[in-house]
């Protein structure tokens, strides 16, 4: 756990830095809510990642369950933001907004499938049931 948390950390402070550096040198104008993505997307990202953790170490039969109970979650969270920041902001959902966070959306994703299938291969020790997982 301890592994994870440090990797959303540089990975949450390379794209903050990404940002900033983007909106510094860039014509394109950076949306002024982008913040919010980098706290709200680790914050997801951990809660969905201790999810999973409790799923592999309760029982085989639950694995399932609390895989799909997390990954449905964190869909409904990214959801709820995304209604609450166009209700919530002046100006909206901008174009600029969506791409940010679709840019943030790949990246954590990437990150959790990749610890998610070096876990599962941790536990099965065969690539047999990591690609059954994957499908």
Request: glycine content about 4%.
């Amino acid at each position: 756990m301890q592994r994870y948390i440090i990797g959303l950390v540089i990975i949450t402070a390379i794209l903050t830095a990404s940002i900033i550096i983007a909106d510094q040198y860039m014509l394109q104008e950076i949306p002024e809510n982008w913040w919010m993505l980098s706290l709200f997307f680790p914050v997801i990202s951990l809660i969905s990642h201790f999810l999973h953790w409790l799923s592999v170490t309760s029982k085989k039969k639950l694995y399932t369950s609390f895989f799909i109970m997390a990954t449905g979650m964190k869909l409904l969270a990214y959801l709820a933001f995304l209604i609450i920041v166009h209700y919530a902001s002046r100006s909206g959902l901008t174009i600029e907004f969506l791409v940010v966070f679709a840019i943030f959306y790949v990246i954590y994703t990437i990150y959790d499938l990749i610890l998610l299938l070096r876990s599962m291969k941790g536990n099965n020790g065969k690539n047999k049931n990591v690609t059954d997982v994957a499908a």
